[in-house]
């Protein structure tokens, strides 16, 4: 996957990068709306995330530019305005999906995996992980033809490890991505232990497998 | 008490005293110019005896001074001063008692002391005087009345602009865009008053909005930075050296990540609600958004053990989607992080009010405080402003909230109708 990240913030630009670098994909980043045009127009990429914020313009102007030269990249837009014109705007003049920071890296990788599978796979709604296969319409998970049953948090739970695999994902992220960022309401994360704990003896029961790894505390790893 | 009547009760006291201090002046005035003139007439009317007695060589029979009575005795009193005073008299005409004025004089007639008396009435005087009287009266009664009249009309017509600015200045919304209006009046201090208040009002009107302005931008601001906080950390987990220790660390580090972000989020919240820049309104079925959240939440309630009973109506209301979610968000929120372990949580929506009840320590919260920023129980780890938003909330749309301790459960308590 060729991805390019328009984020005038180093920071968050490089780890962006770093967090998608991996065997297969290649990352690129540009820090203003001059340099982001100027890829876009010499390039194609199968995926774009975009800030709306840049030091010199909005970077509504990449969605327009694509849209008239009719490129069919799948853009993200990342923007610290919570606003709701902003995210309206974006995806009206084409962008597939809008996040607010802050966000975690796995939300904006499930996201934009996510996006890209919308685009890519039209009609094959299928995702296959190993010899898991999850057929994304029916929402159902099957191991060598033989259904897992799932409840809908497991089944969320396993998109979301699937995208990020590989990674260590926080139980902030895992939190946050199938209880809404909402969730002032509780101070430790230690529920979700029960959830994969659910999940992980499910496909281990199923495929003989254990797809999960437990880093000290802070949370999971899917391999 | 009123201006207007502070205003006629002094003028009132004062027109009063002054009138019956003029009375009382003009009475004595009046009296000693009438007695001057009666005892004129006497001095005259000694004289004419005086001259009868010179002409006639005797004194005149008493009937000659038709109304007067004259008394002449005869005297051993060789001097006497002539003096005038106010006598009684015995009149024959209408039979009865009259006040006189009176004369005694001592005449010499051949050789002999006469002491003459002449007593003349006093009656017409004392009508002059009561006419006079009657008259001041009714002109004091209609002078009064006018005034009372005046002070009535002239006051609140001349105190109308007041009273304007001071209601629009009751009416001054600080979180309102719109100013307090110009009063015109052609008196100078309402002028000065008016323009004082347009001044004052439109300068914290506009500190007001710079410090919205300055919340948005701060907490805007701040969004990058716990951006590149939160994805550092995200890539740091990904090291494979990492030891116990640091990753406890690094956990304590995304709670509090997590914690400010929320509490940004809050304060634009906040401010959005109070600026108007809302999503539009729909109708949305409350007992949907409820059972919604039941669902989304049900994994943390038992892991909580906190066991919830439900009493859902079915109601409309209209507003936005977002808002209504976030508001049973927080009541959920409220209801979950300040419950005991095991707890219960019951929550009922009929005839248009949502109540929200929970277990948790028995001690009443302290109602007037409860919803202001900030304000939350010392053990408390949530941002302090989830009640705030929830009251911000109510306001915007006009639901009246509430907040009671029934039989150790904490009950709020929404009216949507």
Not at chain 1, 116 to 123: A, I, L, P, T, V
Not at chain 2, 137 to 151: E, F, H, K, R, Y
Not at chain 2, 165 to 182: G, P, Y
Not at chain 2, 311 to 329: C, F, G, P, T
């Amino acid at each position: 996957m060729k991805l390019l990240i328009i984020e005038d913030e180093q920071g968050l630009r490089e780890n962006i990068e770093k967090y998608f670098t991996e065997e297969g994909s290649i990352c690129e980043g540009c820090k203003d709306l001059k340099s982001a045009l100027y890829k876009v127009a010499l390039y194609t990429y199968d995926c774009i995330i975009l800030d709306i914020n840049l030091p010199d313009g909005e970077g509504f102007a990449v969605l327009e530019y694509l849209k008239a030269y009719r490129k069919d990249e799948c853009v993200l837009i990342i923007s610290a305005r919570n606003g709701l014109d902003d995210k309206l705007k974006g995806l009206n003049i084409g962008a597939d999906d809008y996040i607010t920071k802050p966000f975690h890296l796995a939300e904006l990788r499930a996201r934009l995996m996510a996006v890209f599978r919308r685009k890519n796979y039209g009609s094959n709604n299928t995702l296959n992980y190993q010899e898991l296969i999850i057929d994304l319409l029916g929402r159902t998970v099957t191991f060598q033809q033989k259904e897992i049953i799932l409840t809908r948090k497991e089944y969320e739970m396993l998109l979301y490890f699937i995208a990020n695999k590989g990674k260590v994902v926080s139980k902030n992220a895992i939190a946050e991505h199938l209880w809404g960022d909402n969730m002032d309401m509780i101070d430790s994360f230690d529920f979700i232990y029960t959830h994969i704990k659910n999940l992980r003896k499910k496909l281990l029961d199923s495929s003989g497998n254990d797809f999960f790894n437990s880093v000290y505390g802070v949370g999971y790893k899917f391999i | 008490m009123k201006l207007s009547a502070h205003y006629n009760k002094v003028s009132i006291i004062v027109s009063i005293a002054t009138l019956l201090i003029s009375a009382v002046i003009y009475y004595l005035a009046i009296n000693t110019i009438a007695q001057n003139q009666l005892d004129d007439n006497l001095s005259e009317e000694t004289e004419e005896v005086k001259n009868y007695v010179n002409l006639n060589g005797r004194f005149p029979k008493q009937v000659d001074f038709d109304e007067d009575q004259t008394l002449i005795r005869k005297t051993n009193i060789t001097a006497f001063k002539t003096r005038y005073f106010d006598t009684v008299y015995n009149d024959l005409k209408d039979k009865k008692i009259q006040p006189g004025r009176a004369v005694a004089t001592l005449m010499l007639y051949k050789s002999e002391n006469y002491l003459v008396t002449i007593i003349v009435s006093r009656e017409s005087t004392e009508y002059l005087i009561q006419t006079i009287f009657i008259i001041t009266l009714i002109l004091s009664l209609i002078l009064l009345t006018t005034l009372l009249v005046a002070n009535k009309y002239l006051l609140s017509g001349l105190w109308r602009p007041f009273y304007i600015i001071l209601s629009r200045v009751k009416e001054f919304n600080v979180a309102d865009s719109t100013q307090i209006a110009t009063v015109e009046s052609r008196v100078n201090e309402f002028q000065e008053l008016n323009d004082a208040v347009v001044t004052m009002s439109t300068r914290v009107s506009t500190d007001y909005q710079s410090l919205k302005a300055f919340t948005e931008n701060a907490s805007h601001e701040m969004m990058t930075p716990i951006a590149v906080i939160t994805s550092k950390l995200d890539t740091l987990i990904q090291d494979e050296r990492l030891i116990s220790d640091q990753l406890s660390q690094i956990t304590d580090i995304y709670a509090a990540t997590s914690r400010l972000s929320r509490l940004n989020q809050s304060l634009l919240l906040l401010v959005k609600i109070e600026n108007g820049l809302l999503p539009e309104d729909e109708p949305i079925n409350l007992k949907n958004v409820l059972l919604e959240k039941l669902q989304q939440f049900q994994e943390i309630v038992m892991d909580k053990r906190i066991e919830i009973f439900t009493e859902i109506d079915d109601l409309e209301v209209v507003a936005s989607k977002y808002l209504i979610d976030i508001l049973v968000n927080n009541l959920f929120s409220n209801a979950i992080r300040h419950n005991q372990m095991p707890g219960l949580i019951n929550i009922k929506l009929t005839n248009g009010v949502l109540e929200f009840q929970n277990s948790g320590n028995g001690n009443p919260l302290e109602q007037n405080l409860i919803f202001k920023r900030f304000y939350k129980g010392k053990s408390s780890e949530g941002t302090g402003l989830g009640l705030a938003v929830i009251k911000n909330i109510c306001i915007h749309y006009n639901y009246k909230i509430g907040y009671q301790l029934i039989g150790g459960l904490h009950s709020f308590t929404i009216h949507f109708l």
